[in-house]
């Protein structure tokens, strides 16, 4: 059974993973410093590569949960009751970065932070491909929805060699609108909200 993201999709939630264990979806809290850094911390190279919305030093995370306003940036965390640690990472923000606005104005689109947001998830490697993901996109669209968004963007776009990432965005409606270069291929893909 799906949880119910539309209630209050700032409200915490409960999860079961097709494996059993449970998972708890909520906002990111002010205590929650030490068990972020360790999530960063605990991210394989190649996933600290797709993800990089921010540095992942104690600095960044101590001002990060001093700092929160999930009305301007709603940042979700999974947390294993398990494990008693968070294995998932999700920034849901008003509006888009300076870069973003370049790329998309040069691709004819105007984005507006009274009606568009940007999106970033980061799964711990080990809770990948797992089916976390998916509860994850719910709860941010939800909230995204309630923010009130029309349309979410990739936060710094998505690298084309995360395939496994592309075909996520896919499977939920994400669209490619362009692609750019840093030191890889990237696109830019967005999803229009109903």
Not at 12 to 24: C, F, K
Not at 37 to 58: A, C, E, I, K, V
Not at 106 to 133: F, K, M, W
Request: charged fraction near 20%.
């Amino acid at each position: 059974m799906n949880p119910d993201f539309t209630i209050n999709p700032f409200d915490p939630i409960n999860v079961i993973l097709a494996s059993g264990e449970p998972i708890l979806i909520r906002l990111l809290e002010s205590t929650d410093a030490p068990k972020l850094l360790d999530y960063f911390n605990g991210l394989s190279p190649q996933t600290r590569q797709f993800f990089g919305p921010h540095p992942f030093d104690s600095e960044t995370v101590n001002i990060i949960c001093a700092t929160l306003n999930p009305n301007e940036c709603a940042r979700l965390v999974a947390f294993s009751q398990k494990h008693e640690c968070i294995v998932a990472y999700v920034l849901v923000s008003a509006g888009a970065t300076p870069s973003d606005v370049v790329r998309y104005k040069a691709l004819g689109i105007e984005l507006n932070p009274a009606t568009d947001c940007s999106l970033a998830p980061s799964v711990a490697d080990d809770y990948q491909s797992r089916g976390l993901g998916d509860y994850l996109m719910e709860k941010a669209l939800a909230i995204a929805r309630v923010m009130p968004k029309k349309r979410v963007i990739l936060w710094g776009g998505v690298q084309a060699r995360n395939e496994r990432a592309v075909r996520y965005y896919r499977k939920f409606g994400f669209v490619e609108l362009g692609q750019f270069e840093t030191d890889v291929l990237n696109y830019d893909m967005c999803l229009m909200l109903e």
